[in-house]
C-alpha cells in the first residue's frame, strides 16, 4: 500500500507562479525526499530531508517538513514550462531500505 | 560519470511468457533496488540488493525473483507474465547505506498481451 498521499492530484498554473504540493504519510520516518518524473520516464532526485531537519532549500525548490502532522511539502517558484512533470513524495523504510512512495501530483506550467 | 543504465528500454511479451530486465548501477554504488509503476500510480518497492545478497522484498508473488552479480549490476526475472504485470520497472542505485539517496535509471516500459 502506498505510504503517501499527495494533494493536490493534479495542478495547473501559468510560468511564473509559484507551486505547492504536500504530502502527508502514515508512520514515523528516517527522511523524505521529493522526485520528479517526465511524462513516465525515470525519476529524477530532487531533495531530501531528514527528519530532523524543518526546512531545505535547492535552488527554486523548498520543502519543509512537520513531523508532528507527518507532512510534507515542496514549493517551487518562479516556475517554468520545463518544470512539467509528476512529483513524487518518498519515505524510507529502514526494514529493506525501500522507498515508499505516494500517488504523485501532476504539475502542468502553462507558458 | 554514467547514471544507473536498463535494458531493454521497451518490451512487448505475451500472458505466460518469462522476461529478464537489466540494470546496471553507479560505479561505486553497491546496492540495486527495483520498482514497478503501474500507469498513474506512483513507484511500489519489490526487492533491495547489496552485496549480492537480497535485503528486502515487498509484497510481489515468487513469480518475480532477482539477482545481484558481482560487478552489482542486477536483473529481474518475471516468469508466468500476466497483463496486471505491464508496467514501468525501474531500478535504484545507491552507495551503501540506507539513509543515502537513491538514483533511479530511465526504466524499462513491459507491455504484456
Known amino acids: 500500500s502506498q505510504q503517501g498521499e499527495e494533494d493536490p492530484q493534479a495542478l495547473s498554473i501559468q510560468e511564473g507562479e509559484n507551486a505547492t504540493m504536500n504530502c502527508s504519510y502514515k508512520t514515523s520516518i528516517n527522511n523524505l525526499q521529493w522526485y520528479r518524473q517526465n511524462s513516465g520516464r525515470g525519476l529524477v532526485h530532487l531533495i531530501l530531508?531528514?527528519?530532523?531537519?524543518r526546512e531545505k532549500h535547492s535552488g527554486r525548490l523548498r520543502v519543509t517538513l512537520d513531523t508532528s502532522k507527518k507532512s510534507s511539502s515542496l514549493l517551487i517558484t518562479a516556475s517554468r514550462a520545463a518544470d512539467t512533470a509528476s512529483y513524487f513524495c518518498a519515505t524510507l523504510f529502514d526494514q529493506g531500505g525501500k522507498l515508499i512512495f505516494g500517488q504523485g501530483t501532476e504539475l502542468s506550467v502553462k507558458p | 560519470d554514467a547514471g544507473v543504465t536498463q535494458s531493454p528500454t521497451h518490451l512487448i511479451k505475451t500472458r505466460g511468457q518469462h522476461v529478464t530486465l537489466r540494470c546496471s548501477p553507479i560505479s561505486g554504488h553497491k546496492s540495486v533496488s527495483w520498482y514497478q509503476q503501474v500507469l498513474g500510480q506512483g513507484p511500489q518497492f519489490i526487492f533491495q540488493?547489496?552485496?549480492?545478497?537480497?535485503?528486502g522484498r515487498g509484497n510481489f508473488p515468487d513469480r518475480f525473483s532477482a539477482r545481484q552479480f558481482p560487478n552489482y549490476s542486477s536483473e529481474l526475472n518475471v516468469n508466468a507474465l500476466l497483463l496486471g504485470d505491464s508496467a514501468l520497472y525501474l531500478c535504484?542505485?545507491?552507495?551503501?547505506?540506507?539513509?543515502?539517496?537513491?538514483?533511479f535509471g530511465p526504466g524499462t516500459r513491459l507491455l504484456v498481451l
Open positions: 540488493y547489496y552485496e549480492k545478497e537480497e535485503r
Open positions: 535504484a542505485s545507491r552507495r551503501g547505506g540506507l539513509q543515502e539517496t537513491q538514483y
Open positions: 530531508i531528514r527528519s530532523n531537519e
